[in-house]
Every structure is written in C-alpha cells, then in structure tokens.
C-alpha cells in the first residue's frame, strides 16, 4: 500500500488473458515477458508484477488466487470488479483489513462524512499506539504514502468520490461479491457458521442481516446450498467455471 493503491487499471489490462488455475504464471509472461503494459524497462515490468501479485495472485494462496480469477472474469458490471478486488486485496493485505474494520466501517455510518489524507494518518497513529504498534516503525514518507493510497484504493473500489476530499459512500455490494468473499472464508478453513458476521462482510460496509440476504437470493437461484436457523449455518458451495 506503500507503492501504490488498488493498481485497477493494470490488472484489467491482463485480466483477459489470465486461466484461473495458471493466473499467477500467466501474469507474470504477459507483464515481464511479453511486456503487454508496455513499460521501458524489465526493472519497471517486474515491479508491476510484484506489486499486483500481491494483491490479486499472492504465491501463498493459489486457492483464493483462482477464485478471484474466475469472479473477476464472470463479472461484467465494473463496478462489482472493483468491488470483488477490494475484497481480495482486504483479504491479503492486513493493514486494508485493520483499516477496513477500524475506520471505514464506522465512517460508512455518517451521511455525508468526507475524508482528507491527515484523518487517516491520525487512524494509522492511532493504531500504532493501540493495535498494530509495528505501525510506528514506519518512516514518515512512508506513512504518508500509505495514508494517500488508501484513500485512492477507497476511491477506486467505490468506497469514495472526490480528489482532495473524498466523500465516503456504501457501494451496493452484489451477491457475486458476497458469494466470493464466502468461498475466501470456507477456503481459509472457518466454519459456515462464521460465515454472516465475519470481519470481511464488515469491511465491506456489510451487516450479518445483508450477507444472509445475499446468500438467501444465490440460494433461491440454485447457485449455493444455504439455511440459517438461529446461530446454525449451512453452506454448500457449487464449483464456478469461467466463461
């Protein structure tokens, strides 16, 4: 988050030509060696792979890597594509999560609410000192860079209109957003039950009653297997094939 936001312009560039099961070695021809982003160097190309590999093809979770491959590539609103790589990027990014849950989610709240790049550097010294002391390590440019990236990554994914000043906004969030968000829980190994009041779902702006409404329409359309009564959840996924 340091070097740069959500990076929504480079990973539509090569989204198209990426297969689920091969996302991570596809980007890295397509952007290095086949230099489809045209940058003038190989130092350039490889930093633009690394710096979306984190985000959207992490080596550690090929799993999560695939699925958001396919909801990406089966989602024709881009605004829901936005929001599908927020959810990625929360997952794989923890200061975005602890940001997300911390700041966001309450700022959601406020009608009208607007936000500079100091109120989240007063967040992130406020989470230095009580949450995430490795926060305070950090440089000074290096927080700032942070702080303004944010804001842009809010902007991007829909959470934010403005340039200086962002107004704040809750995005509808679609039930294909909610129907990947849950197959990155139950592939993190969590119950179903975890499922309606998991941190993700509030990072997303979501209440339990929204993510259960969701999950009730994939259901109606025959897309998941899920029942709810009281604390007790059951969910079955079906498997997703891209187009």
């Known amino acids: 988050m340091a070097a740069q936001g959500a990076m929504l312009e480079e990973y539509r560039s090569v989204a198209h030509v990426l297969q689920p099961e091969t996302a991570r070695e596809d980007a890295r021809r397509v952007i290095i060696d086949e230099n489809v982003l045209r940058r003038d160097s190989i130092g350039g190309r490889t930093w633009v792979f690394k710096k979306l590999g984190l985000r959207y093809y992490p080596r550690t979770a090929p799993r999560a890597t695939e699925a958001f491959t396919r909801a990406a590539q089966l989602e024709s609103d881009p605004a829901q594509v936005a929001l599908l790589a927020y959810t990625m990027v929360a997952w794989q990014d923890g200061l975005v999560y602890l940001l997300g849950s911390e700041w966001l ?57 403005g340039s200086l000043r962002k107004e704040i906004r809750s995005p509808y969030v679609s039930p294909e957003v909610v129907l990947f968000g849950t197959r990155l829980i139950l592939g993190g190994g969590e119950s179903a039950a975890a499922v309606p009041q998991h941190s993700l779902f509030k990072v997303l702006g979501l209440t339990p009653g929204d993510v259960i409404d969701a999950l009730t329409e994939l259901h109606a359309e025959g897309r998941i297997t899920f029942a709810v009564q009281g604390n007790v959840a059951h969910i079955a996924l079906k498997e997703a094939h891209s187009n």
């Open 105 to 161: 989610v309450q700022k959601l709240r406020i009608p009208d609410y607007s936000a500079k790049t100091a109120d989240i550097l007063d967040e992130l010294d406020y989470l230095a000192s009580s949450k995430a002391p490795v926060i305070g390590t950090w440089g000074k440019k290096t927080i700032d860079s942070v702080a303004a990236h944010y804001l842009s990554l809010l902007r991007d994914c829909g959470f934010a209109t």
